[in-house]
């Protein structure tokens, strides 16, 4: 069996046509995931978002002129892990092992007179965690995943802080998003067997990262947009649309420890954060002939209200811009 990486494999199933009957809804594509064994599979992860809060209207400068009252920021992750299959079981679960081989954060210049201070994302860097996997990209087994989560969630508070726990800026939850949702868009079909038609739709969950702790959840609709012909092979495309979600499932990861915490920063300040808006498409390439993932690219903005201990005319409000993308490495 072909062996299928990150997102999907897919085998095309020509079905006998009756008279009147259409080709592309006859052509239907079944999504599954394989592999071969001890081939090792490498992947490069970028997760990079915008940040600017609006504290409120224009202020006006010694010289007069007008200034808006906006903080602007920026960060972003790059990453690259390997996947490596230990066991292989096409009917049933794959053990799966996963390196993070590399890990570098960037992000705008602290104002802090405290100074720089160490990214905990990076403490990914030379980790390893297996899971297992069935042929839908179902995983069953986090358990490995989960606890080194937690592990370097731990190492985001600031040790023997006299004003309690401060945790400083963070990217885990980056690394939840691309780790832990690697196979949504086949898991997510609700009748795998039968395979998807070109111009299906089928809807799931995704996290949102995010420079706060918020668990937040986008509802996701894939469709599958077209097949290309290229000189690499036949590639599906899947295009995917964002929206806002009402709920966030429980079974998600929680990288911090329980109990009361405070964040250190600008998000230190503000709080009790409403949802305005969240709105994004993604577009991702599969290659049917190699059975592998070539690349995904995800795009979404979100705006949220937020409040502040001290009053104010206006509530900030801040706006996120976030881009997930993913590379297969030659």
């Keep these: 069996m072909r062996t299928a990486w990150v997102v999907f494999a897919a085998t095309i199933i020509v079905l006998p046509l ?115 996997v069935d042929a839908r990209g179902k995983i069953y087994d986090y358990s490995q995943l989960d606890q080194l989560i937690r592990q370097i969630g731990a190492k985001a508070f600031r040790p023997n802080s006299r004003t309690g726990r401060v945790k400083d800026p963070d990217m885990i939850s980056d690394f939840i998003a691309t780790q832990y949702f690697l196979w949504d868009s086949v898991s997510s079909i609700k009748q795998a067997a039968e395979g998807v038609a070109t111009g299906q739709s089928w809807t799931s969950k995704l996290s949102v990262p995010n420079p706060m702790v918020l668990r937040k959840a986008r509802d996701v609709t894939y469709t599958l947009d077209e097949i290309r012909d290229t000189q690499k092979g036949r590639v ?21 420890p329980a109990g009361t915490l405070r964040l250190s920063g600008v998000f230190g300040f503000l709080g009790r954060y409403r949802l305005l808006s969240l709105q994004g498409k993604a577009e991702e390439l599969f290659n049917i002939d190699t059975g592998q993932t070539q690349q995904l690219n995800q795009q979404y903005q979100m705006q949220l209200e937020a409040s502040l201990q001290l009053p104010m005319a206006k509530k900030p409000v801040v706006t996120i811009k976030q881009n997930l993308q993913m590379q297969l490495l030659e």
């Design 236 to 256: 599906a495309v899947i295009r995917s649309s964002y929206s806002p979600s009402e709920s966030v499932p429980k079974s998600w990861p929680n990288p911090y």
């Design 18 to 132: 009756m008279p009147g009957c259409n080709n592309a809804a006859a052509e239907r594509q079944l999504l599954t995931v394989d592999f071969h064994q001890a081939e090792v599979l490498r992947y490069r992860f970028v997760s990079s978002r915008d940040i600017e809060v609006n504290w409120g209207p224009p202020r006006r400068s010694r010289s007069g002129k007008l200034r808006d009252k906006i903080d602007k920021s920026f960060e972003s992750m790059d990453m690259v892990v390997a996947y490596t299959p230990l066991e292989v079981d096409p009917y049933g679960l794959s053990t799966i092992k996963a390196t993070c081989e590399k890990v570098k954060v960037k992000r705008s210049p602290r104002k802090s007179r405290r100074g720089p201070v160490t990214e905990p994302a990076e403490a990914f860097s030379g980790k390893s965690f297996t899971f297992t």
